[in-house]
């Protein structure tokens, strides 16, 4: 019997260019949308007003949300410290004086997915303590 440890594939490659697309469709978007107000202006209610809502919510919640969250995998992949990455950011931990946990949970919930995803499966570090590092 072979007691050799499966082979993990090494797939940074693959979530670097992730992140290189997200920032690509945020451009994407923010030219459309320039687009749109180079028409003319935007009538409140408007069809045109409405596509120029619904791109700059896509582009400022979804893709920010998931890059942001995938740029924290990345980091913590490649094993650089939280603080380097977002060093005038709130600690994305609960603590005792903190009551705001609940508005970054999706974010870190995202991350450790992603890392789990494109990392490698033995970190010497959990997530949770890369954070409070």
Same mark, same amino acid.
Request: charged share 30%.
């Given at each position: 019997?072979?007691?050799k440890?499966?082979?993990?594939?090494?797939?940074r490659?693959?979530?670097?260019?992730?992140?290189?697309?997200?920032?690509?469709?945020?451009?994407?978007?923010r030219?459309?949308?320039?687009?749109?107000?180079?028409d !003319?202006?935007?009538? &409140?209610?408007? *069809?045109?007003?409405?596509?120029?809502?619904?791109?700059?919510?896509? #582009? +400022? $919640?979804?893709?920010?949300?998931?890059?942001?969250?995938?740029?924290?995998?990345?980091?913590?992949?490649? !094993?650089r410290?939280? &603080?380097?990455? *977002?060093?005038?950011?709130?600690?994305?931990i609960?603590?005792?004086? #903190? +009551? $705001?946990?609940?508005?970054?949970?999706?974010?870190?919930?995202?991350?450790?997915?992603?890392a789990?995803?494109?990392?490698?499966a033995?970190?010497?570090?959990?997530?949770?303590?890369?954070?409070?590092?």
């Open positions: 019997m072979d007691s440890q499966p082979v993990i594939p090494d797939r490659l693959e979530l670097k260019v992730k992140i290189k697309s997200l920032a690509d469709e945020a451009r994407t978007i030219r459309e949308q320039s687009k749109l107000k180079a !003319g202006p935007l009538k &409140r209610f408007s *069809e045109r007003e409405g596509q120029h809502t619904r791109l700059h919510l896509h #582009r +400022t $919640v979804s893709i920010r949300d998931e890059q942001r969250a995938s740029l924290l995998a990345y980091a913590f992949i490649r !094993g410290a939280y &603080r380097t990455m *977002e060093p005038t950011r709130p600690l994305l609960p603590t005792a004086m #903190r +009551t $705001v946990w609940w508005h970054h949970e999706p974010l870190v919930k995202r991350a450790l997915n992603i789990e995803r494109f990392g490698k033995h970190a010497e570090v959990s997530f949770r303590d890369w954070l409070t590092a």
